[in-house]
């Protein structure tokens, strides 16, 4: 059973380029929440998609967006990027009925320059 | 709003000593809390879970007790092992959101 998998792994993109990162749930998961961890921070939560469906975010700007597809795999778009963009980008996927049961996948490392 | 502050480390002990990493959180409704652990070269793992004041969570010789009174879930270990070297995270969900204190680094020497 595949676990959370995410790509690419990692990325190098220019100050005010727009990037894209893909994340594909564990299977049987239905949901899936997407984190921007800073280097010796912990994980901050961005949003969490539910059936095809931003069901809450956090304090992230509107330059950060979403999607996720009907078969539950997930993109995070960011646009306009910044230096302080630079993070390890972490996806987790959750079952539905259970969604504080988070597996993490290996996460995409994003510098900007 | 919600949050959660954990123990700041690193934290060093030698084996078969024992383990606290404290924990407390700030919530406004009834939140799940969870700890989280990253060993070194990989990705967040789900170590333990409780979902309602007074439940303990457990998990490869790990405890929390979710304590609404204090607001803490402090992490315990009887005996460290040296395979636990890791950054242990505390977290909390609450109405969908999720939130992360700033790990804390375990070293554990022979």
């Known amino acids: 059973d595949a676990g959370v998998t995410q790509s690419p792994t990692h990325l190098i993109k220019t100050r005010g380029q727009q990037v894209t990162l893909r994340c594909s749930p564990k299977s049987g998961h239905d949901t899936v929440s997407w984190y921007q961890q800073a280097l010796g921070q912990g994980p901050q939560f961005i949003f969490q998609y539910y059936e095809e469906e931003e069901r809450q975010r956090g304090n992230f700007p509107d330059r950060f967006s979403g999607h996720q597809f009907p078969n539950y795999s997930s993109e995070l778009n960011v646009n306009a990027l910044l230096l302080g963009d630079s993070a390890l980008y972490l996806c987790?996927?959750?079952?539905?009925?259970?969604?504080?049961?988070?597996?993490f996948g290996p996460g995409t490392r994003l510098t900007v320059t | 709003g919600d949050s959660v502050t954990q123990m700041e480390g690193p934290v060093t002990l030698s084996e078969e000593a024992f383990l606290t990493i404290n924990c407390t959180y700030t919530?406004?409704?009834?939140?799940?809390l969870f700890w989280y652990v990253q060993y070194p070269g990989e990705g967040l793992q789900l170590l333990l879970k409780a979902t309602k004041a007074d439940d303990k969570g457990s998990n490869k010789g790990f405890e929390a007790t979710y304590r609404k009174e204090t607001t803490s879930f402090h992490l315990e270990k009887g005996s460290v092992q040296v395979s636990d070297s890791a950054v242990y995270f505390c977290a909390l969900s609450s109405s969908n959101q999720f939130y992360f204190g700033t790990g804390t680094s375990l070293t554990v020497i022979p």
């Open positions: 919530a406004t409704g009834y939140p799940s």
């Open positions: 987790a996927s959750s079952p539905g009925t259970r969604g504080y049961e988070q597996y």
